[in-house]
């Protein structure tokens, strides 16, 4: 079974920082994507950052290009994104997500592909940055 764990989200002013860490176990494919999702309430979830992982490209939405940082950690199958310099719009629900979606081979292909492309998620983490 494939279990995937978010924290590290929190309430923080604008301009501030925030590591968000998802934890994933039983996964066992050699690459594959692994995409954090923002959520915001009434709208579908949208990819943000994600990386084909294995040595495999990295992909940035415009709105967080320069201050999301997506970062593996294989020796303990945990993702991360590094925030900094959040501002009010990054506020929603963050999931991690892990699959490999019409056959992605790199980050652009990962964060664009469809919600309903990804078999397994964790719960969310809730990121909230106030003016």
């Known amino acids: 079974q494939v279990h995937m764990v978010e924290s590290g989200g929190g309430s923080v002013q604008t301009g501030g920082s925030l590591t968000l860490s998802c934890a994933a176990s039983?996964?066992?494919?050699?690459?594959?994507?692994m995409t954090w999702f923002r959520e915001v309430p009434g709208k579908r979830r949208e990819g943000v950052a994600a990386?084909?992982?294995?040595?495999?490209?990295?992909y940035y939405a415009d709105s967080v290009k320069g201050r999301f940082t997506i970062l593996e950690e294989n020796g303990n199958n945990t993702l991360y994104l590094q925030m900094s310099n959040l501002k009010p719009d990054d506020t929603g629900m963050y999931f991690c997500?892990?699959?490999?979606?019409?056959?992605?081979?790199?980050?652009?292909?990962?964060?664009?592909?469809?919600?309903?492309?990804?078999?397994?998620w964790g719960q969310g983490t809730q990121v909230t940055v106030s003016s």
């Open positions: 039983g996964y066992t494919a050699a690459q594959y994507c």
């Open positions: 997500a892990a699959d490999n979606p019409i056959y992605c081979t790199g980050g652009y292909c990962c964060a664009t592909s469809q919600v309903h492309e990804y078999r397994f």
């Open positions: 990386v084909y992982t294995g040595g495999g490209s990295t």
